[in-house]
């Protein structure tokens, strides 16, 4: 997005595509009360009036024409959402009357807004931090409950506190080891050294940490049930669904193809793909499904790795995929155990014994063991900022004091792309292009 044109005043529809029983057009920019008083008829002016108060009148076409009666909302620069003179009209939210609203702003001198321009200018009014405008993006498009409660965290600046506590940390071992080399002879005392520089370290690790769950709070979770032939997938499945999503036989290699069933976990969207079963085969269809199976395993979230309890246990006869993250679960456990593994949970999907505990480690594994309350990371640009931060912390715990200055400052230099206080035009580019216009 480029920055020219942000002293223009600007224009857009801030309400969802379609027919609604309200809609909005919202005008910011020195001009925005100039704009009102040209569109809208009513007991006073908007440009008379004092922040913060509602109008009830006409909106006019240029000829006089009555588009529209509405309301129209005054806000007074600095005290505003962009820090800027902003009007917002309410209307009947019709595609027609919002259409020749939107358009009559635009004769009156506004410009159409750019996609995310309005939190644009917030940020650079200083209104919200970067990190706070993701937030704004990620609370429009929150599919999920996990996802709605992060962007309302993090809209609230509570990640932006979390780095300032870290920041604040790294900066008092960056000020003690400047001052040793200015005065060697006094050294560093371990409280402005080790102390500081630790506490920032196991700050930054647990912000890490959050990531993969907020990524997966955002967008949903897949998770592959993988085992042999009659281990119970299919009953698995709809055991947690709730109802018969997938056919069960006591023939095996009835999944040929996966079936998928959807569920929520912890205010998660999850999928559950059911698979074929994992099996040395000479027939070319049930093979193809157990490739498939494997390869559905590598890209999900989370692997649920199924074995009859009831009879006698075999190894799988193919390897999971590197890095895939498995709960092991012994099914069939309503049956004479014909073997234990206290490393396995112990499920039936007929009496239901286990499930409450499958759920939870389900939700454990897919969010962690991070607090409610706290903001994770939810986009790849703030995770990549924040491990590149540990990383310098890592290097400067294992360097001379002479040399850890250097890290230090990179480390603070990566934090303060979490919030924007230090980050690159490119990167402000790339945060606000995914945004809708009106927004």
Known sequence: MTRTGLSDTIAAIATAPGSAGVGIVRVSGHRALEVADGLFRGKRRPSKTRGGRFLFGDLLAADGERLDEGLVLVFRGGRSYTGEDVAEFQTHGSPAVL???????????????????????????????????????????????????????????????????????????????????????????????????????????????????????????RLALIGRPNAGKSSLLNALVGFERSIVTPLPGTTRDYLEAGLELSGVPVTLVDTAGIRETGDAIEAAGVRQALNLAGGADLVLALEDGSAPREALPAELPPGARVIRIRTKADLSAAWTDPGALDVSAVTGAGLPELREAMGTALLGDVSRGEAWLTTERQADAARRALAHVDAASALPDDLASYELEEALGALSELTGRDVQEDVIDAVFRNFCVGK
Do not use: W
């Open 99 to 221: 259409g020749r609203v939107l358009a009559r702003t635009l004769e009156l001198g506004a410009r159409l807004a750019r996609p995310g321009e309005f939190t644009l200018r917030a940020y650079l009014a200083g209104r919200l931090d970067l990190a706070q405008a993701e937030a704004v993006l990620g609370l429009v498009e929150a599919q999920t409950e996990a996802a709605r409660r992060q962007a309302t965290l993090g809209l609230s600046g509570a990640l932006g506190t979390r780095v300032a506590r870290i920041g604040a940390n790294l900066t008092r071992t960056l000020a003690a080891l400047q001052a040793m080399l200015d005065y060697p002879e006094e050294g560093v005392p371990e409280e402005d050294r080790e102390l500081p520089l630790a506490a920032a370290r196991r700050d930054l690790l647990e912000l890490v940490g959050t990531a993969r769950a907020g990524q997966v709070a955002t967008r949903g979770a």
